[in-house]
């Protein structure tokens, strides 16, 4: 019954958000500080990671590629569809849950425990307005941070593959052109969307709904990420299934 009432309250919450909008003004200024927040700070991890995970896919299909009836051409044809489809879009939206995730959760949190929230409802504010819709907004950005880790993944997949001396540049970009469909691309950013609004409000809901002290700010961060990343993986299975099948 827990379950059942959480998931009710999550999409209540959802309609509560659009009830009462506030301050154009004030929504400018907040949008700005959620982008920088949410998604500038997050781009020098998604860098990092998106550079060392193309490069390993590569080196591990290079590797793996013992027959030599097989063309080299293979690994940047692997590389493209493996950063593409998954990596990514999935992959990194996990590791997003992680680090946005918790910081919404702690955020909204805190502002629970030291009664913040209860201070903008005297104040005749949405305050599920005032907090959230501004990152789901800010989160509209999302996909321009997951291109950024496409375009990086499958640079560190080409490095390590030409200067680890796997196969020849030609080679790797015959790969990356081979079969290429535009469809996969879109299905890709498809997700990706779905992904930025479950990072901006599940998060949300759980900092917004905690009950306690200041320990248990830490203890839904948690739980948050836990069901933020549960959330994204059966998402990404229902999608796939949905425009791939």
Do not use: C
């Not at 309250?9 to 509560?16: A, C, E, I, R, V």
């Not at 044809?77 to 990194?92: D, M, N, V």
């Not at 933020?228 to 998402?235: F, G, L, N, R």
């Amino acid at each position: 019954m827990n379950y059942i009432e959480s998931i009710g309250q999550y999409f209540m919450m959802l309609g509560d958000l659009f009830k009462k909008m506030t301050k154009g003004s004030v929504l400018r200024r907040l949008i700005i500080q959620e982008i920088n927040d949410l998604m500038t700070n997050s781009l020098g991890i998604v860098v990092f990671i998106s550079f060392f995970i193309g490069a390993v896919v590569s080196i591990q299909m290079a590797l793996n590629l013992s027959n030599p009836l097989i063309p080299k051409s293979l690994i940047g044809y692997a590389a493209r569809q493996s950063i593409i489809l998954e990596f990514a879009p999935t992959f990194i939206s996990i590791i997003m849950a992680g680090k946005v995730g918790s910081f919404i959760t702690s955020s909204i949190g805190t502002m629970r425990v030291t009664e913040q929230i209860d201070a903008l409802e005297v104040m005749g504010i949405n305050s599920l307005n005032y907090l959230v819709f501004p990152k789901i907004i800010a989160m509209l950005f999302y996909p321009f941070l997951i291109a950024v880790s496409m375009f990086i993944g499958i640079i560190g997949a080409y490095l390590a593959a030409v200067i680890g001396g796997f196969l020849s540049s030609e080679a790797f970009l015959t790969g990356m052109q081979q079969d290429f469909i535009p469809f996969q691309v879109a299905y890709a950013f498809i997700k990706t969307f779905v992904f930025a609004f479950i990072l901006a409000t599940v998060p949300s809901f759980h900092g917004y709904y905690m009950k306690g002290g200041a320990l248990e700010v830490g203890r839904a961060s948690t739980t948050s990420f836990v069901w933020t990343s549960v959330i994204i993986i059966v998402a990404n299975y229902v999608i796939t299934q949905i425009l791939l099948s």
